[in-house]
């Protein structure tokens, strides 16, 4: 079974709808991050959780709100979608920061 | 930000030595690693490399850091079609967040 998981995995939507993506995982770590991939981009910091009670904001924050409801799920809103967040969404936890960080799979969001 | 810089593509022939190149930013990066990203899934740790290290060696994979140059490499000998990914280098940050920024990734295609 897949240590962190993503629903849902393919998403497509229109320009102002809310969108929420999840993510779950049965690491026990503390550290979670959300990142979205562009082609030729890499993957680019949204936000970040260090533990239940701290949310920090990544590189490209704007437009993008998270929720840490527990240990083990991480949540990333869109409010108000729009065509330029069409892109690869991954979630990552890892235990400390310099240890590895773990992927999950990818959400492939569309906004038309 | 400043960035983490990969050129994009890369093309071998199967049963070559593969060299991906990296050059980072930040001189005191104190970890520095590869992440490799097959299609459709998320990213994983290849290996990573300790800043006061020059080579790092694991089975197919050598890891060299010119830290004067701020300029990391993966070599992979034998290049397999299965080592066919976009690889991704990532350099950690202690003055942004204590989080890690990724390059744009190199796809190596590996060529019968």
């Known amino acids: 079974d897949a240590d962190v998981t993503q629903t849902p995995r393919n998403r497509i939507t229109k320009t102002g709808k809310r969108i929420m993506l999840e993510c779950s995982q049965t690491k026990g770590h503390d550290r979670m991050y959300w990142y979205r991939q562009d082609p030729g981009l890499g993957l680019r910091l949204i936000y970040y959780?260090?533990?239940?009670?701290?949310?920090n904001k990544g590189e490209i924050s704007d437009g993008y709100s998270v929720s840490r409801q527990a240990q083990a799920k991480f949540s990333l809103s869109l409010e108000s979608a729009i065509p330029n967040q069409t892109a690869l969404y991954f979630c990552?936890?890892?235990?400390?920061?310099?240890?590895?960080?773990?992927f999950g799979p990818g959400t492939r969001l569309t906004v038309l | 930000g400043e960035d983490v810089e990969q050129s994009l593509f890369l093309s071998v022939r199967e049963g070559d030595s593969s060299v991906i190149n990296c050059t980072y930013t930040d001189s005191s990066s104190t970890y520095l690693y590869w992440y490799k990203q097959e299609p459709g899934a998320g990213l994983q740790l290849l290996t990573y490399i300790f800043s006061n290290m020059d080579m790092k060696q694991d089975q197919r994979l050598t890891v060299l850091l010119n830290k004067k140059d701020k300029h990391l490499s993966l070599r992979i000998a034998d290049t397999q079609t299965g080592d066919s990914a976009i690889y991704f280098c990532?350099?950690?940050?202690?003055?942004?967040?204590?989080?890690?920024?990724f390059g744009p990734g190199t796809r190596l295609s590996v060529l019968p």
């Open positions: 990532a350099e950690f940050r202690d003055n942004y967040g204590q989080n890690f920024v």
């Open positions: 959780s260090f533990d239940v009670k701290d949310i």
């Open positions: 990552a936890t890892s235990r400390t920061t310099l240890n590895e960080q773990f």
